[in-house]
C-alpha cells in the first residue's frame, strides 16, 4: 500500500529511472548481486569517489622536487600581529598599528600556516614544524596612514564631533620563502621524536 501511494506521488520519469536498473539485470542475478545492478549509473555514489593517492609516493615527488630545485615559486600563509597574510616572494604587505622594529631590520617570519607551490601544499595543524619553511623579510618604511575621520552626531541635541586621525603603519618586503629540509612520513616524524602542533 505505502509502495502505490508512494508512485502516485513520483513523476513517471522518476519511476523509470528507479525501475529501469532491474529490467535490465535478469531475475536470477538480481537478489543474489544487487549492487552489480545499480553499479553503472549515473547516480551512484561509490562512483564518484575518487581513490587517494600513495602517501610515500606524494612525499617522494614533493622531496624530489625539493631536492632539483623544480617547484617554482612558493607561497605561504604566515600570521603578523593577529592579522594572516598570503605572501609570495618580492610582496609587500602594510601592517597596521604600532610595531617596534624599526626601518632596515631584516626578520624572519616564525608563524607560517600554510606554505606550496604550483604543485603540492603544506598545511600546518595550526601551524608548520618550525624550521620546515624560512619567510626572510626586509622593513622598509614606517609611516602613518592617510587621514581618517571619525564622526560623530546626535540629532536634535547640539551634538556633532569630529575627529581625526592617522594610524602608524610598517611596510615590509618579503625576499624569501625556502622551504628548508626534506618532508618526512608523519609516522616518522613522531618515532624521531619531532615536536608537532595540532
Known sequence: MFLRQLAGLLKPSTLNTLIEPLKIVPLTSRWSN???AFANHRWSSSSAVAPLADTKSTLETVNKQLETGSEGRLFAVVQLCGKQFKITSGDI?????YWPPEGGDRLR?????LAGSKDFSLIGRPLLTPGLVDVQATIIEKTLSHTRTHFRKKRRKQYTRINFYRTPQTMIRINSIDIKRKLSDSASAEAAGEERFF
Open 109 to 113: 617570519l616564525d608563524k607560517v600556516l
Open 34 to 36: 544487487p549492487s552489480a
Open 93 to 97: 604587505i602594510v601592517v597596521e598599528g
